[in-house]
């Protein structure tokens, strides 16, 4: 059995220097089954809003639009628990260190499974804040409370598969990633077309469809898990899953990475804000801006987690040279495909933004901040090209501080002048700026990780066995 594990390492501590070839092959493989596993996602959303747009009362799919935004922020806070496994992993990886793979795996699944339950627990007093924030009707509360409350029994399912995601792309099995993901949205059709259709069950059937496909996703990364022998391994390294120093370790990466996701969603929560205090038309037109840039950030994504993949392996294996090739290429990838982008929404605004809306005053509006585009895909391709390399690097505090220091610095004063002066551009400014912060903060922060000494990589060895 140990063989058989060993040989999953795809780095070895002894390795010689990929070629640039190599590197690059396991760059794009691991890039393009990210990028086609991020696309999953807004797929099986877009497949529930399609059965329950075909019904004959609308209200149940306003309802289903209603809660989806409380289960937005509430799990794309706790996508943390992915970013937090996989460089762990990878770096575990790198150096062939089997049972710290295992144990990165269980310790993570111990968080998420605990903090699922926690929301399973906490879920009535999250229903009621939550829908006391949103403005509906009461024919359309009501259905989207009969979603939430059945949605909500798939959060430890969601929060566990977070942690397979991570550990099975730090092991660069983005195949299996890909399955998984494959396997939750077409199950998530199926259930849609039971629950919905067959038994007519409208915003409840919907919200059970996602929860139960979340959970067939799981058991089959659990059946992945035994299939590769992991599971025989499991009773040797049980005593070691609650050892202090590293749970305690593990659990500072996920709480710095959890104050991260919370400093972007209410960068993002201020900038719809302001944004509604400037118009309605203003409003409308931001918001489809902003929703073209999270389509681009399932691209950029890709490349941030291949690089946070690839960094961790290089890393555990002491593979250091190749750090900077791997930078260079990701971020030339990257930019690519930000600035590509970007000059798309530029160049074809109407038939692109006309795809989101058939509202001719909204697309007109939308024209005087296209080119903010250019710039703020620019600079966040190379962001989230650097927030994967640190992440490789299981620098949870740099990523936090980049974070904290972007809205406070560099978005917060210019969004008050925005509100003060009325003015929208200022806005757009200041989602730039709080942007560069981070790549500035991120990036000054990349020579001394790329510099010939042992003693980084030993504190890291220390902080994960």
């Given at each position: 059995?140990?063989?058989?594990?060993?040989?999953?390492?795809?780095?070895?501590?002894?390795?010689?220097?990929?070629?640039?070839?190599?590197?690059?092959?396991?760059?794009?493989?691991?890039?393009?089954?990210?990028?086609?596993?991020?696309?999953?996602?807004?797929?099986?959303?877009?497949?529930?809003?399609?059965?329950?747009?075909?019904?004959?009362?609308?209200?149940?799919?306003?309802?289903?639009?209603?809660?989806?935004?409380?289960?937005?922020?509430?799990?794309?806070?706790?996508?943390?628990?992915?970013?937090?496994?996989?460089?762990?992993?990878?770096?575990?990886?790198?150096?062939?260190?089997?049972?710290?793979?295992?144990?990165?795996?269980?310790?993570?699944?111990?968080?998420?499974?605990?903090?699922?339950?926690?929301?399973?627990?906490?879920?009535?007093?999250?229903?009621?804040g939550g829908f006391a924030l949103l403005s509906?009707?009461?024919?359309?509360?009501?259905?989207?409370?009969?979603?939430?409350?059945?949605?909500?029994?798939?959060?430890?399912?969601?929060?566990?598969?977070?942690?397979?995601?991570?550990?099975?792309?730090?092991?660069?099995?983005?195949?299996?990633?890909?399955?998984?993901?494959?396997?939750?949205?077409?199950?998530?059709?199926?259930?849609?077309?039971?629950?919905?259709?067959?038994?007519?069950?409208?915003?409840?059937?919907?919200?059970?469809?996602?929860?139960?496909?979340?959970?067939?996703?799981?058991?089959?990364?659990?059946?992945?898990?035994?299939?590769?022998?992991?599971?025989?391994?499991?009773?040797?390294?049980?005593?070691?899953?609650?050892?202090?120093?590293?749970?305690?370790?593990?659990?500072?990466?996920?709480?710095?990475?959890?104050?991260?996701?919370?400093?972007?969603?209410?960068?993002?929560?201020?900038?719809?804000?302001?944004?509604?205090?400037?118009?309605?038309?203003v409003l409308a037109a931001n918001t489809l801006?902003?929703?073209?840039?999270?389509?681009?950030?399932?691209?950029?994504?890709?490349?941030?987690?291949?690089?946070?993949?690839?960094?961790?392996?290089?890393?555990?294996?002491?593979?250091?040279?190749?750090?900077?090739?791997?930078?260079?290429?990701?971020?030339?990838?990257?930019?690519?495909?930000?600035?590509?982008?970007?000059?798309?929404?530029?160049?074809?605004?109407?038939?692109?933004?006309?795809?989101?809306?058939?509202?001719?005053?909204?697309?007109?509006?939308?024209?005087?901040?296209?080119?903010?585009?250019?710039?703020?895909?620019?600079?966040?391709?190379?962001?989230?090209?650097?927030?994967?390399?640190?992440?490789?690097?299981i620098d949870g505090a740099l990523i936090r501080?980049?974070?904290?220091?972007?809205?406070?610095?560099?978005?917060?004063?210019?969004?008050?002048?925005?509100?003060?002066?009325?003015?929208?551009?200022?806005?757009?400014?200041?989602?730039?700026?709080?942007?560069?912060?981070?790549?500035?903060?991120?990036?000054?922060?990349?020579?001394?990780?790329?510099?010939?000494?042992?003693?980084?990589?030993?504190?890291?060895?220390?902080?994960?066995?």
């Open positions: 059995m140990d063989n058989l594990l060993q040989s999953k390492s795809p780095l070895k501590v002894n390795s010689q220097v990929l070629s640039s070839d190599e590197l690059r092959s396991r760059f794009v493989t691991l890039a393009v089954v990210n990028i086609l596993s991020n696309m999953m996602v807004p797929l099986s959303g877009l497949v529930d809003a399609a059965f329950l747009g075909h019904l004959a009362d609308i209200r149940y799919l306003a309802g289903v639009a209603l809660a989806t935004v409380l289960f937005n922020i509430l799990y794309r806070t706790f996508k943390l628990l992915r970013l937090g496994t996989t460089g762990l992993t990878a770096q575990a990886v790198g150096r062939s260190d089997q049972d710290t793979v295992l144990l990165t795996l269980l310790r993570n699944s111990l968080i998420a499974l605990v903090m699922g339950l926690i929301i399973l627990l906490l879920q009535h007093p999250l229903r009621e509906a009707t009461p024919s359309v509360k009501a259905a989207g409370l009969d979603y939430y409350n059945a949605r909500i029994w798939g959060a430890p399912a969601v929060l566990i598969n977070f942690v397979l995601i991570g550990w099975f792309m730090g092991r660069e099995q983005g195949r299996k990633v890909l399955i998984l993901s494959a396997v939750a949205s077409g199950s998530n059709i199926f259930f849609d077309y039971l629950l919905i259709v067959y038994w007519g069950w409208p915003s409840f059937g919907a919200g059970a469809a996602t929860a139960a496909s979340q959970y067939l996703m799981l058991l089959l990364g659990f059946v992945f898990i035994f299939l590769e022998g992991w599971g025989a391994k499991i009773p040797t390294v049980t005593r070691s899953i609650f050892e202090m120093d590293a749970l305690k370790n593990t659990t500072k990466l996920n709480g710095d990475l959890f104050v991260a996701r919370l400093a972007l969603a209410a960068t993002i929560s201020l900038f719809t804000n302001v944004s509604s205090t400037l118009g309605t038309l801006l902003i929703e073209m840039m999270f389509l681009a950030a399932a691209f950029l994504d890709g490349v941030s987690f291949a690089t946070e993949s690839l960094t961790g392996n290089l890393w555990g294996a002491g593979l250091k040279k190749q750090l900077l090739p791997l930078m260079q290429m990701s971020g030339s990838i990257s930019l690519s495909i930000g600035l590509g982008f970007a000059l798309m929404l530029i160049v074809l605004p109407d038939p692109l933004f006309g795809l989101l809306t058939n509202h001719g005053e909204v697309i007109e509006e939308i024209h005087h901040y296209l080119l903010w585009l250019l710039p703020i895909l620019g600079v966040w391709s190379l962001t989230l090209m650097l927030q994967g390399y640190f992440l490789g690097l501080n980049s974070m904290v220091n972007g809205i406070v610095i560099g978005f917060i004063p210019a969004a008050i002048a925005a509100w003060k002066f009325h003015n929208n551009q200022t806005i757009w400014l200041a989602l730039f700026l709080f942007i560069v912060v981070r790549m500035i903060i991120l990036g000054i922060h990349v020579p001394n990780s790329l510099r010939e000494n042992e003693v980084a990589i030993a504190q890291n060895l220390e902080s994960v066995d």
